[in-house]
């Protein structure tokens, strides 16, 4: 079991530095440093609450459930990184790329990854035409994330799963 193990760091960390270093360009610097955001709180709090306060219905009963699975799905995100506290990779692997101000809180798993998920699950359940836009652009968030720096490639796919998962638990059972 434990070189199993070993052999899963080892691909998270190849895949890491492919992507972190792998893919270093000045363009994608700059998109992936903003795009980012679309996973962060202020973002994802903001637009969630906005389309249940102002869109017309369905739009506003969606815009609530994102905003209960966005709240709800960051339970488990806190228990884990308190529960394995996995240091950020730009803090352990030399040579790592990253940007200005980068988070040093736990790393597993993405908090960013989990919020953009959770948020846009509950709109591709309403209208599944919207898995063309929303899928992609979450995807990118959690590429961003090993692009900056702040978290390997198994941190980013805990963050979808249970981003997803949540949302999905969270659409089922909304009334």
């Known amino acids: 079991m434990e070189r199993l193990l070993t052999k899963f760091k080892q691909l998270d960390q190849r895949l890491f530095v492919g992507i972190n270093t792998g893919l270093h360009h000045s363009s994608l610097n700059f998109i992936l440093y903003y795009l980012t955001n679309l996973g962060g709180a202020t973002f ?60 040093k809180d736990h790393s597993f798993p993405s908090g960013h990854t989990t919020a953009i998920f959770s948020l846009t699950v509950p709109f591709i359940a309403a209208s599944p035409v919207l898995a063309t836009i929303l899928i992609p652009t979450a995807l990118l968030v959690a590429i961003s994330r090993i692009y900056l720096g702040l978290h390997y490639p198994s941190d980013v796919a805990a963050g979808g799963v249970i981003g997803t998962l949540v949302a999905l638990g969270t659409v089922a059972i909304w009334p």
Do not use: D, E
């Open 44 to 103: 994802t709090i903001l637009a969630s609450l906005s389309i249940w306060a102002f869109a017309p219905q369905p739009w506003s009963r969606v815009g609530l459930i994102a905003f209960a699975a966005l709240a709800l799905s960051h339970i488990p995100v806190a228990l884990t990184k308190k529960t394995y506290p996995r240091v950020r990779p730009y803090l352990t692997l030399p040579g790592t790329n990253t940007f200005r101000n980068p988070l």
